[in-house]
């Protein structure tokens, strides 16, 4: 993420307005400075700034002349391929995972920082953050090491974090909902405000309406998280002429393609794009609540 390669320049292209996105200038060090934010037009001139500090205003265009999305998007995984072309999709695709360590760091930073003070849903998006970066950490580890049956294991997890933070937006008082988990109540005895149990199974439902994949990828993810078929098919393979069966017992991978890794490294992708999404909608929430209660001090 360091890299300048890897950041758009505003003086070549600018991101849509009030899309989520990193935003830089370069350090004395050549480092690249980050904030998170939107791009913003200003009504009564039509100039674009950045809404990304805290300080009620739109920082000028140039201040940051560096972005990148927030969101990363087109996580296509191929139909027609070959096998050499997969490797190289493999590692793009781990390299766009990596850079959520960052992405992560910059928006809890930023969630911090913004508003009036911190609420008891920042101690749980805290909590919500710290454990996707340590399972995304976990993932990649076990990727490389070609251990894919323990690195499969942890989409559904990664997953699980999404939809419990997303359980703060099916509630009239998230704050509360926030404390009482903090305190040690388990989410799924808590109502939304439908007097619906959130269950896992319900909260994924709620989240499919808005991202329909999710069904399928919690459905097929839960068969690694306790022994079945998927445990099985992985150490055994047929022979050429399909009487004879072979089985593997060992830690590292056997017979696991390297779609399938794509496949599970574009869920994890995906999932911290929600999360992300999420995590930036309540944080600008807090940076506009503040704009807004700026504007109504008197002169």
């Not at 600018?14 to 060090?29: H, R, S």
């Not at 391929?81 to 930073?109: C, D, N, R, W």
């Not at 998280?225 to 992985?234: E, M, R, V, Y």
């Not at 994890?268 to 503040?290: H, L, S, T």
């Amino acid at each position: 993420m360091e890299l300048i390669s890897d950041w758009n320049r505003i003086d070549i292209e600018l991101p849509l307005p009030n899309y989520p996105v990193l935003v830089a200038k370069l350090g004395e060090d050549n480092s690249m400075l980050t904030g998170v934010g939107r791009l913003v037009i200003v009504e009564e001139n039509g100039m674009a700034g950045w809404l990304c500090t805290d300080d009620c205003n739109i920082l000028h265009i140039h201040a940051r002349p560096y972005w990148i999305p927030l969101l990363e998007k087109n996580i296509i995984v191929p139909s027609n391929f070959i096998e050499e072309e997969l490797e190289v999709i493999l590692f793009s695709l781990l390299k766009k995972l990596f850079y959520y360590e960052t992405k992560f760091q910059v928006l809890a930073t930023a969630m911090i920082k913004s508003g009036n003070g911190l609420y008891p849903i920042d101690y749980y998006i805290s909590g919500t953050i710290s454990r996707s970066l340590s399972l995304i950490y976990g993932f990649e580890t076990l990727i490389r090491s070609k251990n894919f049956m323990s690195a499969a294991h942890l989409v559904r997890p990664h997953l699980d974090n999404y939809l419990r933070l997303s359980a703060l937006w099916l509630v009239d008082n998230p704050n509360e909902i926030a404390s009482q988990v903090w305190s040690g109540t388990a989410l799924n005895t808590l109502k939304d405000r439908h007097q619906k149990k959130m269950s896992d199974s319900y909260l994924r439902d709620q989240a499919a309406e808005t991202y329909p994949w999710i069904k399928d990828v919690y459905n097929e993810t839960s068969g690694f998280i306790h022994f079945s078929q998927k445990h099985i098919a992985s150490t055994t393979t047929t022979g050429k002429d399909e009487m004879t069966l072979y089985t593997y017992v060992g830690k590292m991978d056997f017979d696991v393609t390297n779609l399938s890794r794509i496949e599970a490294t574009a869920g994890m992708i995906e999932i911290c794009n929600c999360i992300c999404n999420a995590v930036f909608g309540w944080m600008d929430g807090k940076r506009v609540e503040k704009m807004s209660a700026a504007d109504q001090q008197p002169g």
